[in-house]
């Protein structure tokens, strides 16, 4: 619904808002925290890395006291901005009073103007958002200033009505967290059942089609499995073909599509296409099997039409003694190993040949089919919430955008307003 126009709305320098909000600069409703102080064992340090983007979900904390750099101090309720990056929406509200990165802004109401619970829904805005893109200055850390966020001009409702719409977008944030610990409850629960399942197995099956837990274990270098498995280099049950390396004067605007690391993991939905007639191993058909091993990292399965895989992709194929399902679930569990054993800034390094020789634990065909088939049906649960999650987030930031232009009006009662 338009509101230009509308009676009961008025054009201001924030755009129409309705006759009894006022269009004002967010700093005269907001200030940031001035005060620096330095990490002590105890006190607690946010971080960047601790605000998860587009959620405003604090993900934790450090309290070592082992950040040795000048920080800010924050209280309880302020608004924790990111400043730098910006576009990757992190927030939160601060649910203690502690010490952060200087790259984060503390933000909060300034002389009772304001509720910081509707200032954490207001900074989360296209109001804010879309100035923040043209403001932020830097091109390979762009940050954004306070004296710059301040400046822009915002329809604010007053207090009570504030208040108001905070409590609504809470309740919208409430049921968002509901969800995401499910979705991590559920990604715990796979977790432990891989460690289980590629351990202990689901057993055999019995005259009466069911499974019987096994009774015989053995000592492997895999650790203990059932005595019916088998240790095997992956090479022998598995083939791994390398990706082709393209010269720019290969690519073409039409032809068969190139899956590129940036295809797989989501961060570019945009293909590069080839005519070259190329050996039938270096195709990828729908349902087959891919690794990326180059800075991205992990099995992913293919479901789009015929394409060719680059260069930093293998494509890997399952003998017959090996479940495709079973094989892709053992890779997740191998990629999350080998990026345990990585500190810092040390990369990941991956070879074919170490790929080849890296050992597999084997059941019997059926056992990896009904392993596959179990772990298949968690992430069936998980993909179901997550689905959830954008269904609501979506929900939420509709409902978010006309309350915070005033297209949509929420009731207050009048002894709130001094009516």
Not at 89 to 101: H, T, V
Not at 281 to 307: C, N, R
Not at 320 to 332: A, C, K, P, T, W
């Amino acid at each position: 619904m338009s509101i230009v126009g509308v009676p009961g709305y008025q054009e201001t320098a924030a755009g129409w808002i309705p006759t009894d909000w006022s269009a004002l600069p967010l700093g005269a409703i907001a200030s940031v925290r001035k005060d620096r102080g330095v990490a002590k064992q105890g006190v607690r340090c946010v971080e960047l890395e601790h605000v998860e983007p587009e959620t405003g979900r604090l993900l934790g904390w450090d309290s070592s006291g082992v950040q040795a750099s000048i920080k800010t101090t924050f209280k309880r309720g302020d608004v924790l901005f990111g400043k730098l990056r910006p576009y990757l929406r992190k927030y939160a509200i601060a649910p203690f009073d502690g010490i952060c990165s200087t790259e984060i802004l503390a933000i909060h109401d300034r002389d009772g103007q304001s509720d910081n619970r509707f200032l954490f829904h207001l900074m989360q805005g296209d109001g804010v958002f879309a100035t923040v893109k043209v403001l932020s200055y830097g091109t390979k850390m762009p940050r954004v200033s306070w004296t710059d966020l301040s400046d822009i001009v915002l329809g604010i409702p007053p207090l009570p009505e504030q208040q108001e719409i905070a409590t609504i977008l809470s309740a919208a944030d409430d049921k968002l967290a509901v969800i995401a610990r499910q979705i991590e409850a559920t990604q715990a629960l796979k977790r432990g059942l891989m460690h289980t399942l590629f351990s202990r197995g689901v057993g055999t099956l019995d005259t009466g089609g069911r499974w019987v837990p096994h009774a015989e274990f053995k000592d492997t270098e895999l650790g203990e499995i059932p005595a019916g498995w088998e240790v095997v280099p992956q090479g022998s049950v598995a083939t791994f073909f390398n990706g082709r390396a393209y010269k720019l004067t290969e690519w073409e605007e039409t032809g068969t599509p190139v899956i590129r690391l940036q295809n797989l993991t989501g961060s570019g939905d945009k293909y590069y296409y080839s005519n070259l007639v190329l050996p039938d191993h270096q195709y990828v058909e729908k349902g087959d099997l891919l690794y990326m091993w180059s800075a991205t990292f992990g099995p992913y399965i293919w479901w789009g039409d015929k394409a060719i895989y680059h260069y930093h992709i293998w494509k890997v194929e399952c003998g017959e003694r090996l479940h495709q399902g079973f094989m892709y679930y053992s890779l997740v569990r191998l990629t999350a190993a080998m990026k345990g054993k990585t500190h810092g800034s040390t990369m990941m390094h991956l070879t074919k040949a170490g790929m080849e020789k890296n050992p597999l634990v084997l059941p019997p065909i059926g056992e990896q089919m009904r392993i596959a088939e179990v772990l298949s049906g968690v992430d069936s649960k998980i993909e179901l919430l997550r689905t959830r999650q954008s269904h609501f987030r979506t929900l939420k930031r509709g409902l978010m955008q006309k309350l915070l232009t005033g297209e949509l009006l929420v009731s207050v009662d009048a002894s709130a307003t001094g009516t």
